[in-house]
């Protein structure tokens, strides 16, 4: 099913379950603890976040579909400019990953005073999350 700039849809309605899904695991059983740790939250505050969660969801899953699009878009417009190959657009993704994650993922350790390991745990998630998604659009 292709729309705007012939763009698949699936890799956008993907987009969301990767996204919670590389979270649950990277935020949970991978880095939760450490995480927890660095962010000042305590093992009690998990369900008081759980409990409150709705909306961050909501969020979460409107700008993953945002960034689904954003990158079948990209993609879209790489190949009719005669890139191809899923290795081409893994660098891609990495490519935007640095430009835009580790660019935005540095400001709060700088500003904020939140710990240096922030940056990799954080970068690390949307980094899979970003190759996932690249890769859900290059094959749908």
Do not use: C, H
Request: no cysteine; net charge negative; glycine share 10%.
């Amino acid at each position: 099913m292709k729309f705007l700039l012939d763009a698949s849809i699936w890799p956008i309605l993907l987009s969301p379950v990767i996204g919670i899904a590389v979270g649950i695991v990277w935020y949970g059983p991978l880095f939760g603890k450490i995480w927890m740790n660095y962010v000042g939250f305590e093992e009690a505050d998990r369900e008081t976040m759980q409990e409150s969660a709705g909306p961050s969801y909501l969020i979460t899953v409107v700008t993953a579909l945002i960034f689904g699009y954003a990158m079948e878009l990209i993609i879209t417009l790489v190949t009719r400019a005669g890139v191809s190959g899923l290795g081409s657009f893994i660098v891609l993704s990495i490519i935007i990953w640095l430009g835009i994650q580790i660019s935005t993922g540095v400001k709060p350790v700088l500003w904020e005073d939140k710990p240096k390991a922030l940056i990799l745990i954080n970068g690390g998630n949307e980094l899979v999350t970003i190759i996932l998604v690249t890769v859900a659009a290059y094959y749908l």
